[in-house]
């Protein structure tokens, strides 16, 4: 399809557009970040409330509890992802890439076989639905470029026995536990 935009794209124009959108979604939680740090509690009110009115999911802690969690986790992950897989390294820029789905947490590619690795992060338990988020992913990726295989990765503290069993039937996608470390210095 032709470019869309005013925008002067080179190559793959959805590929551009998507980073583009990520960009812009990650400049706009950076913005949402720093003004809720701010004290203005009417906007802390307001952004929980959208939070709920997105049906997003929230915990007893807190309504932004899980949401963090998650951004943290990404965080980690991307500083470390080596810890994943030793042959993995990130390919979307450090921001969230855009699909006709969703947003894929990390797009890594392996340095091996060269495929492209989907990985997304849950802060809980992972269920059914988010074996079929992580399956939607891989499937737009293989639209976008079906030259490179696309595995997927779904990061998760525990998962129930639906994921378990629907992953066996997907030999390219893999779930990993993960697990949280404290470590203790003593300040002089």
């Known amino acids: 399809k032709p470019n869309p935009t005013k925008l002067k794209l080179d190559g793959n124009v959805r590929n551009s557009l998507s980073s583009y959108r990520s960009a812009i979604a990650r400049y706009g939680r950076f913005l949402s970040g720093f003004e809720s740090n701010t004290g203005d509690d009417g906007f ?9 009115k997105a049906n997003v999911g929230t915990s007893e802690q807190g309504p932004d509890q899980k949401l963090s969690l998650e951004r943290d986790m990404q965080a980690a992950l991307r500083r470390e992802i080596k810890k994943l897989g030793n042959t993995l390294s990130i390919i979307d ?14 797009t890594c590619e392996d340095e091996v076989d060269g495929s492209v690795v989907v990985i997304e992060l849950k802060a809980g338990k992972a269920d059914g639905k988010a074996i ?6 891989m499937g737009d990726l293989t639209v976008e470029d079906d030259s490179k295989p696309v595995r997927g990765i779904l990061v998760a503290h525990e998962f129930d026995k639906r994921a378990v069993s629907a992953s066996r039937a997907v030999p390219a996608l893999k779930l990993v536990k993960y697990a949280v470390d404290f470590r203790f210095e003593a300040v002089d």
């Not at 802390?44 to 709920?52: I, M, S």
């Not at 969230?96 to 947490?105: C, N, T």
């Open 44 to 52: 802390v009110q307001a952004k929980v409330e959208n939070l709920q």
């Open 93 to 106: 820029d450090g921001a969230e890439r855009s699909v006709e789905s969703g947003f894929i947490d990390i």
């Open 132 to 137: 079929g988020q992580v399956l939607g992913y």
